[in-house]
């Protein structure tokens, strides 16, 4: 039986769905010599899914810098504190890489943000909200594609917490693996539908009321 998609999926119906578990392991990345080793394990491997947090602003005029890149293979995932070790050549290293293939999502706006930090030549990614849209799917939220394609619920409970506590909380840690991670399951999802064509798209209207999606500049994770 083939894969039933569609191009929007209803927001309404994400609440009756069973929440995503992350069975891998978390590394969390506080000094440079650790990074350097982080990321030659990572530059290994043949596929990486990427993204960033940054602590919220509730003030006008308050703004707080990229605090966290989190990097995963289908296996584990690196928590890099970039709000203890910085633009680290390390870290350099491995957003200039053009050899392994590296996903995200709205990654131009990470970039933004990861650029504040330091200097580099950004390297190759491919980013899903394009490669979605090639099977179908309208919708750029992380939450709404999982969910088309896997059927589970990504949590979205820790989004607004402080990403530059000294030691982050396990249920922090776990949200931000599940992002990146994520990524790396919808890639590998999409190229195998692509190849197999073994999925049929249904088109359903569009939800009668004017919400924002969960995945826009301002609320990616």
Known sequence: MKKLLVNKYEKTALASLKRVVFNGRIEVIYTVTQAERAVDFLLSQP???????????????????????????PNICFLFRLNSIGMCPAI???????????????????????????DFETGSFVDLQGLVKEIGIEDQSLVKIYANLFGERISKAERLSNWERD???????????????????????????????????????????????????????
């Open 47 to 73: 596929l990486l899914g990427f993204d960033t947090e940054t602590r919220p602003a509730f003030s006008k005029g308050q703004h707080y810098k990229c605090s966290l890149l989190q990097v995963s293979t």
């Open 167 to 221: 030691i982050l909380k396990d249920s922090q840690k776990l949200y931000a693996a599940i992002d990146a991670w994520a990524c790396v399951k919808i890639y590998e999802e999409v190229m195998r539908l692509k190849e197999t064509g073994d999925y049929e798209l249904r088109i359903v209207e569009p939800e009668v009321n004017n919400e924002h999606d969960e995945k826009d500049i301002s609320e990616k994770r």
């Open 92 to 118: 350099v290293r491995l957003l200039s890489d053009r050899q392994v293939t590296k996903v995200g999502l709205a990654w131009n706006n990470d970039l933004l943000g990861l650029h504040q930090l330091g």
